[in-house]
């Protein structure tokens, strides 16, 4: 298979999956009129203790009523699910995804798994539709924000690999393309490791005159600090942000300036950063740190860690072959997984290598911690997309990866919901009258073990509700359309 296989869908031009599909992941017609939840643990994520015996009512695509249960009366024509001894907390955002662009494979994928609301790292013509169609109701699905494509410096990283990308070799062609994509209706601008300085910069006035956020990986050429004095929103995976908090940060910087790769040699480029990855984890330096993850506090510049991604490319023994998650995933996509494993993350790559990252991925787990401890905004994202980190399954990894870090899990609860709700200007994020009527109904504690988002009853969506008989038809057609799926229809994976 093609790692470009999927440009007809990237343009916009080859999604023959039509609306007529989704009828078939649901079992009953839409239950919007009311939801009562009954007799729940709320968990509202705002750090309160949890509510005990409480009835959750959702009204159109509102929570209507909170309250303890025997005040709340619950309405003839709303349909009920019994809360006793079960938890309710907000709907789940995934911070960092790249869809495949099937709409009966990742929209269902995420709601199943309690995610409502997914921010799309790189985008293309297909997402915005899907996100008309959610709107009028055709295709049930998350609510999401949607990226530019990616705006990469030249030559590009991505050059030849089928993604969407903007390529910029200065500062006129980068205003341009901020211009471009605010025009194209992006909801920010994404940028790229390899843009220089000077377009960074011309990126971030650009996007700051006409009203637009920026974020991404921040660019081998621009301290972490600067890009965020310069107003980058948020820092995409644990990698070059521990540039700046390593004692030989002049060394490494040095080395960046230096660094030279082929278009689209993205392989060629984690070969070259990673001896510096290596150099700046060993040399962490406290004191730096507290400095640097101040500066970006003060900034209110978050990091998406995207741990979970980080364990596949870092430690690739620990995928598994027959994961049960894998009857989900189209033969295609599957097939540009392996592609990109092996001819970008792991060509070339020595038994040294691979113990230094075994060695990378500790550290990078300990960065977490550091981020978190330093009261620097963490959001909890999976770079779905990428080889082996599934759309909706992935994120409880993450949570349960937060969690290893040393955030407690109410706060990488809030990693996935208030938190991004406030940093996507998408409402509360919290369980509260008036809130969206995005939940999710737990069958146990996941204040008492994060693994425990997993143990899902049922989801509520813009008040409709997915009950546990209708959640599992949704995985099975899912894993129907899995086996179906015509070939040109995935957006090629491994965008970062
Ligand atoms: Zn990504």
């Given at each position: 298979?093609?790692?470009?296989?999927?440009?007809?869908?990237?343009?916009?031009?080859?999604?023959?999956?039509?609306?007529?599909?989704?009828?078939?992941?649901?079992?009953?017609?839409?239950?919007?009129?009311?939801?009562?939840?009954?007799?729940?643990?709320?968990?509202?994520?705002?750090?309160?203790?949890?509510?005990?015996?409480?009835?959750?009512?959702?009204?159109?695509?509102?929570?209507?009523?909170?309250?303890?249960?025997?005040?709340?009366?619950?309405?003839?024509?709303?349909?009920?699910?019994?809360?006793?001894?079960?938890?309710?907390?907000?709907?789940?955002?995934?911070?960092?995804?790249?869809?495949?662009?099937?709409?009966?494979?990742?929209?269902?994928?995420?709601?199943?798994?309690?995610?409502?609301?997914?921010r799309?790292m790189s985008g293309?013509?297909?997402?915005?539709?899907?996100?008309?169609?959610?709107?009028?109701?055709?295709?049930?699905?998350?609510?999401?924000v949607?990226a530019s494509p990616l705006i990469d410096g030249s030559?590009s990283?991505?050059?030849?690999?089928?993604?969407?990308y903007v390529e910029v070799a200065d500062a006129a062609q980068a205003r341009a393309a901020v211009r471009q994509v605010a025009a194209d209706?992006a909801d920010f601008v994404k940028v790229y490791s390899r843009l220089s300085a000077e377009s960074f910069t011309a990126i971030a006035q650009e996007a700051h005159r006409l009203g637009l956020e920026f974020a991404g990986h921040c660019p081998d050429a621009v301290p972490v600090t600067a890009a965020s004095d310069l107003g980058q929103r948020s820092f995409e995976?644990?990698?070059t942000t521990?540039y700046a908090?390593?004692?030989?940060?002049?060394?490494?910087r040095?080395?960046l300036s230096?660094?030279?790769?082929?278009?689209?040699?993205?392989?060629?480029?984690?070969?070259?950063?990673?001896?510096?990855?290596?150099?700046?984890?060993?040399?962490?330096?406290?004191?730096?740190?507290?400095?640097v993850?101040?500066r970006l506090r003060g900034n209110d510049s978050h990091q998406t860690?995207?741990?979970?991604?980080?364990?596949?490319?870092?430690?690739?023994?620990?995928?598994?072959?027959?994961?049960?998650?894998?009857?989900?995933?189209?033969?295609?996509?599957?097939?540009?997984?392996?592609?990109?494993?092996?001819?970008?993350?792991?060509?070339?790559?020595?038994?040294?290598?691979?113990?230094?990252?075994?060695?990378?991925?500790?550290?990078?787990?300990?960065?977490?911690?550091?981020?978190?401890?330093?009261?620097?905004?963490?959001?909890?994202?999976?770079?779905?997309?990428?080889?082996?980190?599934?759309?909706?399954?992935?994120?409880?990894?993450?949570?349960?990866?937060?969690?290893?870090?040393?955030?407690?899990?109410?706060?990488?609860?809030?990693?996935?919901?208030?938190?991004?709700?406030?940093f996507l200007g998408?409402?509360?994020?919290?369980?509260?009258?008036?809130?969206?009527?995005?939940?999710?109904?737990?069958?146990?504690?996941?204040?008492?073990?994060?693994?425990?988002?997993?143990?899902?009853?049922?989801?509520?969506?813009?008040?409709?509700?997915?009950?546990?008989?209708?959640?599992?038809?949704?995985?099975?057609?899912?894993?129907?359309?899995?086996?179906?799926?015509?070939?040109?229809?995935?957006?090629?994976?491994?965008?970062?």
């Amino acid at each position: 298979m093609d790692f470009n296989v999927s440009r007809r869908a990237v343009l916009g031009t080859g999604v023959g999956l039509g609306a007529g599909l989704v009828t078939g992941t649901g079992t009953a017609a839409a239950t919007r009129g009311a939801v009562a939840i009954v007799g729940c643990t709320v968990i509202d994520a705002t750090g309160a203790p949890p509510r005990h015996d409480m009835t959750v009512l959702a009204r159109g695509d509102r929570i209507a009523a909170l309250g303890p249960a025997r005040s709340v009366r619950i309405p003839g024509d709303a349909a009920v699910v019994d809360g006793r001894r079960r938890f309710v907390i907000p709907g789940l955002t995934d911070a960092h995804v790249h869809s495949s662009g099937i709409d009966t494979v990742d929209p269902p994928l995420y709601l199943v798994n309690g995610v409502t609301t997914v921010r799309e790292m790189s985008g293309y013509p297909t997402l915005h539709e899907w996100r008309r169609r959610v709107a009028e109701g055709t295709l049930l699905g998350p609510r999401s924000v949607i990226a530019s494509p990616l705006i990469d410096g030249s030559p590009s990283l991505w050059t030849g690999l089928g993604a969407p990308y903007v390529e910029v070799a200065d500062a006129a062609q980068a205003r341009a393309a901020v211009r471009q994509v605010a025009a194209d209706g992006a909801d920010f601008v994404k940028v790229y490791s390899r843009l220089s300085a000077e377009s960074f910069t011309a990126i971030a006035q650009e996007a700051h005159r006409l009203g637009l956020e920026f974020a991404g990986h921040c660019p081998d050429a621009v301290p972490v600090t600067a890009a965020s004095d310069l107003g980058q929103r948020s820092f995409e995976h644990v990698f070059t942000t521990w540039y700046a908090t390593s004692g030989h940060e002049d060394e490494i910087r040095r080395a960046l300036s230096r660094l030279v790769v082929e278009a689209g040699d993205y392989n060629g480029w984690l070969h070259r950063v990673h001896p510096l990855e290596v150099t700046a984890a060993r040399t962490f330096d406290p004191r730096r740190a507290a400095r640097v993850f101040r500066r970006l506090r003060g900034n209110d510049s978050h990091q998406t860690p995207t741990l979970v991604m980080h364990r596949v490319l870092d430690l690739p023994g620990t995928v598994d072959a027959d994961d049960p998650r894998l009857r989900y995933i189209p033969a295609e996509v599957r097939a540009g997984w392996d592609f990109a494993m092996q001819e970008i993350y792991l060509d070339g790559r020595t038994p040294q290598e691979a113990a230094e990252h075994e060695e990378l991925f500790g550290h990078r787990v300990r960065f977490v911690g550091a981020l978190h401890r330093a009261g620097v905004p963490v959001l909890a994202g999976t770079d779905t997309g990428t080889s082996y980190v599934y759309p909706g399954f992935s994120l409880h990894d993450e949570l349960e990866l937060l969690v290893r870090a040393g955030l407690p899990p109410m706060r990488a609860l809030q990693a996935a919901t208030r938190d991004p709700a406030r940093f996507l200007g998408l409402g509360s994020g919290t369980v509260r009258q008036g809130a969206a009527a995005d939940l999710v109904v737990l069958d146990a504690d996941p204040l008492a073990d994060i693994r425990n988002t997993r143990r899902i009853h049922a989801v509520v969506v813009r008040g409709e509700l997915i009950t546990p008989e209708r959640r599992d038809a949704m995985l099975e057609a899912v894993a129907a359309a899995a086996r179906t799926v015509p070939p040109g229809v995935a957006v090629a994976g491994c965008r970062c």
